[in-house]
C-alpha cells in the first residue's frame, strides 16, 4: 500500500484527494494549515495544523511511513513549499509540486505586474478606490496607505492593523462576472490588487474589471524551490502519486 501526503487547501489539491481516493493500493492523507475557518474537506483521511517547519514535517514523515509527498498548496505558500522541499531532500520521500498554471493577460487587460505585495501598495495610486483580493493576511501590509479607501474582500475577517479606509467583505468563492461588476460599480472602483494565483474560482474579478476598464496592480508567484520537480496537469500528478 502506497501512503500519498497531499498538502493542499487548494481546490486542486481537493481534486486530486478524490482520484487518489478511488486509485488502487493507495492511502492518501491531505493536509491543510488550518488558517481558513470552515474550510471545504477533501475526501479520506485529513490532518488539519502545521508540522512544525521542515523538522517537524520530516519527522511526520517518518512517522507516517509516507511514500510519496505531493505539494499542491497555494502559489503563495512560500513557507510551507520551502519546508516540503527540505523535508523531502532529509528523508528522501520524492516530492512532486503541482501548481495551478498562471493568469495571462487579455486584450482590454491594463495590468501591472508587480514583484510583491508591499510593491503593489507603494504603486496605489493617492485617492484610488481599490478592491483588495490578496487575502485576509496581506491587508495589515496596505494600512499605511491612508490616501487610499479598500473594499477589501477575505474568506475570513482580517487581524489587525488594517487600513483606516477599509470596507472588509467576508465571503468565499466561486465568484460570478455579474457579482464582480456589480461590486465594482457599486463601490466607484478604480483599481483592482490581487495575486497571480490562476484558477477558475476567481478569474471572474478579471473579467469584471477589463469590463469596467479599471486597471489591475497583479503581483507575481514566487519563484519555486530548486530542484523540485513541478506539473500543472491533474491526471500528471495522479500517476506520479501512484507510480
Do not use: C
Not at 490616501?147 to 479606509?165: G, H, K, T
Request: net charge positive; hydrophobic share 45%.
Amino acid at each position: 500500500m502506497r501512503r500519498v501526503l497531499i498538502l493542499g487547501g487548494t481546490a486542486e489539491a481537493r481534486a486530486l484527494a478524490s482520484r487518489l481516493a478511488d486509485a488502487p493500493n493507495v492511502q492518501v492523507v491531505s493536509s491543510l494549515a488550518g488558517r481558513v475557518t470552515d474550510p471545504r474537506l477533501p475526501v479520506g483521511e485529513v490532518r488539519i495544523g502545521g508540522f512544525g517547519g521542515p523538522d517537524g514535517l520530516a519527522a511526520w514523515l517518518r512517522e507516517h511511513r509516507i511514500d510519496r509527498l505531493v505539494d499542491a498548496t497555494h502559489p503563495f505558500a512560500e513557507r510551507m513549499r520551502a519546508s516540503a522541499a527540505a523535508a523531502s531532500r532529509s528523508t528522501g520521500v520524492p516530492l512532486l509540486a503541482f501548481r495551478r498554471p498562471g493568469w495571462t493577460e487579455e486584450d482590454g487587460d491594463d495590468w501591472r505586474r508587480v514583484p510583491s505585495l508591499p510593491d503593489a501598495a507603494a504603486h496605489l495610486p493617492a485617492g484610488a478606490r481599490v478592491f483588495l483580493t490578496t487575502g485576509r493576511r496581506s491587508i495589515p501590509l496596505f494600512a499605511a496607505r491612508t490616501d487610499v479607501w479598500f473594499l477589501a474582500r477575505s474568506v475570513d475577517p482580517p487581524e489587525p492593523p488594517v487600513p483606516p479606509n477599509v470596507r472588509v467583505l467576508v465571503a468565499r468563492g466561486p465568484y460570478t462576472v455579474d457579482g464582480e461588476r456589480a461590486l465594482i460599480s457599486e463601490h466607484r472602483l478604480d483599481v483592482l490588487v490581487t495575486k497571480d494565483s490562476g484558477g477558475e474560482l476567481t478569474r471572474a474579478k478579471l473579467t469584471a474589471a477589463r469590463d469596467a476598464a479599471i486597471s489591475v496592480i497583479m503581483v507575481d508567484r514566487p519563484s519555486p524551490p530548486d530542484g523540485v520537480r513541478t506539473v500543472g496537469d491533474l491526471a500528471e500528478a495522479a500517476r506520479w502519486a501512484q507510480g
